[in-house]
Nanobody, 127 residues
């Protein structure tokens, strides 16, 4: 199983980026997927997650209304549209997938509930 993130970069405050995560090695059609982020010296934190069908989503309060998660199960991908970016959004963003089909990790938001992880993509927001 391999998860590869892309779309990170340097952007000014107020700008937008779209992150994508491509999964390979198996299909994740029936598995929750999510995004986390980790800034230097800080713990990994939940950003957003989506359930297996794509109909249910959750967001951290800090990104609600600015970020939008979506998935394309046919392509085995999950994306994160990030608008109105702030300097405090600066971090490495990691894609994650649950190992339990139809699991509840999308609602628990716990790092431990996601088994597969990508290497991450750097997002830097300048003020």
């Amino acid at each position: 199983v391999q998860l590869v993130e892309s779309g990170g970069g340097l952007v000014q405050a107020g700008g937008s980026l779209r992150l994508s995560c491509a999964a390979s090695g198996r299909t994740f059609r029936n598995y929750p997927m999510g995004w986390f982020r980790q800034a230097p010296g800080k713990e990994r934190e939940f950003v957003s997650a989506i359930n297996w069908s794509g109909l249910m989503t959750t967001y951290a309060d800090s990104v609600k209304g600015r970020f939008t998660i979506s998935r394309d199960s046919a392509k085995n991908t999950v994306s994160l549209q990030m608008d109105s970016l702030k300097p405090e959004d600066t971090a490495v963003y990691l894609c994650a997938v649950d190992s339990v089909p139809y699991g509840s990790s999308w609602s628990t938001r716990r790092v431990a509930d996601f088994e597969f992880w990508g290497q991450g993509t750097q997002v830097t927001v300048s003020s």
